[in-house]
């Protein structure tokens, strides 16, 4: 008698199972959790509810004003959404939630093209599980899209020169779709890959290869037809503003405040990737000592996915200008290395190096530390009207800040100590450390979409919303609003309200008394701490307060 074993039905459905969870949960749970953040989530979602509600899908406008920040791609798949759901956060960030998903399957695809079943798989759940990829994928910005179009042009250049020339167009397609979400860094990067590698190895011959023609009519079909209708159009206006400072002004660091030292991003990946980015070091350099591969080896391949990962890391670091989304294009190659990491170790049934361990102990425990400390702190500052640190005065917003989120930091503290924990007592069993490491990424992401950003949006962000939202039978009989004296800005009001002609943003007392005047009086959206000027021409009165904002009714004197 021949005895089958069975297989039970949860180890059947495992392989396809436990990608749709770990995608569910790394870029869609939670996408609603939270009001809009401020800065560049209130205005990007802004411009494209203005879209919608103007029908004018060349010029991105914020207010009375053209804003020309960045192209109109991410704009244009925001309205689109909005079409269908509606003005609300969802709409705005879905976009981003779909990208980081299909940045995923991406490089699942190219695996599996590759015959490298285990390690796309093993992609395919690691990249969504990343925190700074569930970061960015709840995000109502352009970093997400920016990556998925890099990924796709990388593809291309790698098929293309390791393989069919052909492949090559795609390279052109993902970057003139890059150049349309983020500007000439769109074609600047993977171009500047691609000349920097073709150097590195003086394949002077891959230059006659390309399809140069081709490659070039594709990029500006995609890329020329918005970028000339809107220079015919604002003229001299968009070259100042869209080139002059929204590119070189960037990259220099200069009227922005996100000037970083040169190592920001090192620390920066080892945490948005945790605890994955343990698995990278080796296999990362590895993968570069194969610079010299013949071209149809898969170690070519490799090395190119690694090649583009430093100059993305390299090229940032470099810039003055830094914000943590910028490095995101690095996290699709390094997570498909780290894949390979875990396949190898997996297939010759080893454990992770001692040093891999201490990479991966180290970081997560540095990681528990910061928000049990945040927490301990948050709980001694409750109720107190001042509060200091090493012997320096605290902000109140921050100390509000901190103690309204004292058991979120408190219980993500203890979730990264356990991490290290499990992951410590399973590291010489590399399918247990994975499992342990999947089951962190679903706890994290649970965690941050059902408590983090609930918590934070009750105390930041909603409240301001429904005051914003009461305004809006007001605006729609026409009366004006007057957001006044916000430090920082919160564009996220706009988008809320709507009527962009109606609704201004004085900053001082003197623009704040010629706003009312002309408007006949309103009404005042402020924060409780700014102190209204006395001398305005109208009869100020409380309407409502919530939290740390407040609603006046001006009234003209002698109605």
Not at 474 to 484: F, M, R
Request: charged share 15%.
């Amino acid at each position: 008698m021949v005895t089958r074993s069975r297989t039970s039905p949860l180890i059947a459905v495992l392989p396809v199972a436990l990608p749709l969870v770990a995608l569910g949960m790394g870029c869609f749970f939670g996408l609603s959790a939270a009001g809009l953040f401020d800065l560049d989530e209130g205005l990007y979602a802004t411009a494209a509810r203005q879209m919608v509600e103007s029908g004018d899908w060349l010029i991105p406008r914020v207010g009375t004003g053209v804003f020309f920040d960045k192209p109109p791609l991410t704009y244009w798949m925001q309205a689109l959404c909005m079409k269908v759901f509606g003005f609300t956060p969802l709409a705005a960030r879905l976009p981003s939630a779909v990208a980081a998903a299909m940045t995923a399957w991406l490089i699942w695809q190219w695996a599996k093209r590759r015959e490298l079943e285990r390690v796309g798989w093993l992609a395919l759940i690691i990249y969504p599980l990343c925190p700074l990829t569930m970061g960015l994928a709840r995000q109502a910005i352009m970093d997400s899209l920016l990556t998925l179009w890099f990924t796709l042009a990388i593809i291309g250049w790698i098929e293309g020169y390791t393989g069919d020339r052909r492949w090559y167009l795609l390279m052109a397609a993902g970057a003139g779709l890059a150049t349309m979400t983020k500007g000439l860094i769109g074609l600047l990067l993977p171009g500047g890959a691609l000349v920097l590698w073709i150097l590195l190895r003086r394949d002077w011959a891959e230059l006659k290869r390309i399809p140069w023609l081709p490659a070039i009519g594709v990029y500006l079909l995609v890329v020329l037809p918005w970028h000339l209708a809107v220079w015919r159009v604002a003229g001299d206006l968009f070259v100042r503003e869209y080139i002059v400072h929204h590119h070189i002004q960037r990259f220099l660091g200069k009227d922005f405040g996100h000037v970083a030292p040169f190592w920001f991003y090192i620390p920066l990946l080892l945490i948005g990737m945790y605890p994955w980015s343990a698995f990278v070091p080796i296999i990362g350099w590895q993968a570069m000592s194969g610079w010299k591969c013949e071209k149809e080896k898969l170690c070519c391949a490799w090395a190119m996915w690694a090649f583009w990962a430093l100059v993305v890391v390299v090229f940032f670091s470099l810039s003055r200008s830094k914000l943590p989304g910028y490095v995101l294009p690095a996290l699709p190659p390094l997570c498909l290395l780290a894949g390979a990491r875990l396949r190898s170790l997996w297939t010759v049934k080893n454990g992770l190096r001692p040093g891999e361990a201490a990479l991966m102990g180290f970081t997560g425990l540095i990681l528990s530390a910061f928000f049990v400390l945040a927490g301990v702190l948050g709980l001694q500052w409750r109720g107190q009207p001042g509060a200091e640190l090493m012997g320096k005065s605290v902000p109140t917003d921050v100390v509000q800040a901190i103690a309204h989120m004292v058991p979120f930091a408190l219980m993500l503290g203890a979730l990264f100590l356990l991490s290290v924990l499990v992951l410590f007592a399973r590291w010489s069993a590399t399918p247990r450390v994975t499992g342990a490491a999947i089951l962190f990424g679903l706890l994290f992401a649970f965690l941050v979409g059902h408590d983090g950003l609930p918590r934070w949006n009750a105390y930041d962000i909603e409240p301001l919303h429904r005051l914003a939202r009461s305004l809006i039978p007001a605006l729609e009989q026409g009366k004006s609003v007057a957001i006044y004296a916000f430090e920082p800005s919160r564009p996220s009001l706009r988008f809320i309200m709507g009527h962009p002609r109606q609704i201004s943003e004085p900053g001082t007392p003197e623009e704040l008394h010629r706003v009312l005047q002309s408007a006949k009086g309103g009404y005042i959206l402020t924060e409780k701490r700014n102190i209204l000027p006395t001398d305005l021409p109208c009869r100020v009165l409380q309407e409502r307060e919530d939290g740390r904002w407040v609603l006046y009714r001006c009234e003209l004197f002698g109605k």
